[in-house]
């Protein structure tokens, strides 16, 4: 099935959970936060949130800095 993560299109396993594409990103020991359709996904709901067709996805990385 198709999502948009970032702004580009992309082709991603059916069934697939906000934690199986963050895995498949290699982004697991990354600071994210994950936005779906406007709306944030807090980290307690990454496994059980499943992505479905034509979903927007951002990812987006914590950078430190002071």
Same mark, same amino acid.
């Given at each position: 099935?198709?999502?948009?993560?970032?702004?580009?299109?992309?082709?991603?396993?059916?069934?697939? !959970? +906000?934690?199986?594409?963050?895995? !498949? #990103? !290699? #982004?697991?020991?990354?600071?994210?936060?994950?936005?779906?359709?406007?709306?944030? +996904? +807090?980290? !307690?709901?990454?496994?059980?949130?499943? #992505?479905?067709?034509?979903?927007?996805?951002?990812?987006?990385?914590? +950078?430190?800095?002071?």
């Amino acid at each position: 099935m198709n999502i948009i993560l970032n702004g580009e299109q992309k082709n991603i396993a059916d069934d697939l !959970s +906000v934690m199986g594409l963050i895995e !498949s #990103l !290699s #982004l697991t020991k990354k600071r994210i936060a994950i936005e779906l359709n406007q709306n944030i +996904v +807090v980290k !307690s709901k990454h496994k059980t949130t499943t #992505l479905k067709e034509g979903d927007k996805l951002e990812i987006i990385h914590a +950078v430190g800095g002071g």
